[in-house]
């Protein structure tokens, strides 16, 4: 199965099938702690480039399994996990039984050949057998991030080899060589070909897409939070084409503990989202609810969103998507709550398809702008005990609409 292509209708079937097998392979390596310091393999392909070096400096890593498996690609594949019967302790043991086999450069090196290595993996369309060689034996540990999803240890690598010649599609393979298309335009092609968003973010992170004078390495985090910023701007540009919506709409949806109240009126198109944390959530360990927002009016943002940072762009790519697809226009209000149900954050991909999946859903079709508000206070009531009534009277939106006189009200 090619693995970073968006799955075909038929292939769904195979996301619900039982994953035991894979999850006793993870289960095998963690208590085992059968890490050795040379071994063969197989990534799903997954590169990581981290970010806690000065830079320009960075980390390249390999991600694999201590050993080979079938399907590694599984281990990568976030897209489809949605799909499954996986609990986010089980995201957590694949995820932590891949090791990170990293080499240290700078964004602007183009010569090392482990990055060569790197590449050619990072590039293909299915799990790329490599073997393996530490400088030294490693144990069992496991990172988590917001942004970037957990992977378990990692060690310098002394070096590596490709077993095969890694599969890559046509479509990777042409705007790779084409050194004249910016990266923003290979992204949009490639998504537009099918291609999924960790793939294109790791592709943009390896260096291999954009004007020549222009590539570098970009760490992972960047460089999901980049491509998530710029297919949500295509679409963005396409919907103020569109006509807007003809009523007041609500989605509820989701995943993992992640719940979405997506609030759609009928005016020209702008965005605003509130993440609240509650209490014993993944990334709040305090006693009380914290809450971060950010917004966007038609002519967009100028900086980053750095209140709700990743989140905000994450949440807004399928949204827009959506819109695009249905070919209107729309205010939207995003409501993100994120509670004790998510322990432990699995990274950025999760509040992307937690969007998906709510976006996805049946609307609530609302009457009047009240009843919108009201409907989505009782949901938020009912469902996980919070009164939102004060985050709303902070909404920027909500406000602008209140006040925004409409054209129709200058000839009654």
Known sequence: MIYNIKPPEENIKFAKKDFSNYLKHATHFQTKEIFKDEFFSNSPPSIFVGSKLVYPKVNVGIL????????????????????????IDDIIKLRSSLINSRFQTTVKNS????????????????????????????????????????????????????????????????????????????????????HQENALSQLLSL???????????????????????????????????????????????????????????????????????????????????????????????????????????ASRSPLVEHLHTIKRQASALVLRFETPEYHTGLGVWVVRESMKKTIQSK????????????????????KLNIDITELLQQSIMLSQIKEQKKLTSFFN
């Open 64 to 87: 694999t399994p201590p050993e080979r498996v079938e399907d590694a690609w599984f281990y990568d594949a976030e897209t489809l996990w949605p799909s499954t019967s996986l609990t």
């Open 363 to 382: 609307p609530i079709i609302c009457a009047s702008r009240e009843e919108l508000i009201t409907t989505v206070k009782m949901l938020a009531k009912q």
């Open 207 to 313: 260096g291999v897409l954009g004007v020549k004078k222009n590539r570098k390495l970009v760490p992972t985090r960047w460089s999901i939070t980049g491509t998530d910023d710029t297919l949500g701007k295509y679409f963005i540009n396409h919907i103020k084409d569109h006509s807007v919506i003809n009523d007041y709409q609500l989605y509820a949806g989701n995943y993992f503990g992640n719940y979405y109240y997506v609030m759609l009126f009928p005016e020209i198109w702008s965005y605003e989202l509130f993440e609240t944390y509650l209490p014993g959530s993944a990334w709040n360990a305090s006693r009380t609810v914290t809450a971060s927002t950010d917004y966007e009016g038609y002519d967009g943002r100028k900086d980053y969103a750095s209140s709700t940072a990743g989140g905000y762009y």
């Open 111 to 194: 010569s090392l050949k482990f990055l060569d290595i790197a590449r050619e993996i990072g590039m293909a369309a299915a799990p790329v057998d490599v073997e393996i060689h530490l400088k030294k034996r490693i144990k069992f540990t496991m990172d988590a991030d917001k942004i970037t999803k957990p992977m378990g240890p990692h060690a310098p690598l002394l070096k590596a080899q490709i077993t095969e010649n890694p599969k890559v599609t046509t479509q990777v393979e042409k705007v790779v060589s084409d050194t004249d298309l910016k990266a923003s335009e290979a992204l949009i092609y490639l998504y537009k070909n099918h």
